[in-house]
Nanobody, 119 residues
Framework: QVQLVESGGGSVPPGGSLRLSCVAS????????MGWYRQAPGKERELVAL??????NYAESVKGRFTISRDNAKKTVYLQMNSLKPEDTAVYYC??????????????WGQGTLVTVSS
């Protein structure tokens, strides 16, 4: 089994910054990809940023403002969020695909961390 634990959410004014962290635990052999999703009230969950072996992908709405990074040794993915806007308000979820030593592929989700951007 694998667990993902997010942290770093909070309430900030427009233009502020936050850095989200997500730490994976378990007998992980390899990280296939890790990413961040978010879900705002009344909206569907959407992909915000994804880190894969091929590179990094971002939702159009966050390009130039958010940066995803990964520390494989620490099994941690980060999301640096700058120039935050009210429309960024959402619960942010960490997601990852991992292989165990057994060869099994696991898709795991964190519990979510709330980001609120308001004056």
């Amino acid at each position: 089994q694998v667990q993902l634990v997010e942290s770093g959410g909070g309430s900030v004014p427009p233009g502020g910054s936050l850095r989200l962290s997500c730490v994976a635990s378990g007998s992980i052999y390899n990280i296939k990809d890790m990413g961040w999703y978010r879900q705002a009230p009344g909206k569907e969950r959407e992909l915000v940023a994804l880190s894969t072996s091929a590179g990094r992908n971002y939702a159009e709405s966050v390009k130039g403002r958010f940066t995803i990074s990964r520390d494989n040794a620490k099994k941690t993915v980060y999301l640096q969020m700058n120039s935050l806007k009210p429309e960024d308000t959402a619960v942010y979820y960490c997601n990852g695909r991992f292989t165990f030593y057994s060869g099994s592929l696991i898709n795991a989700w964190g519990q979510g961390t709330l980001v609120t951007v308001s004056s």
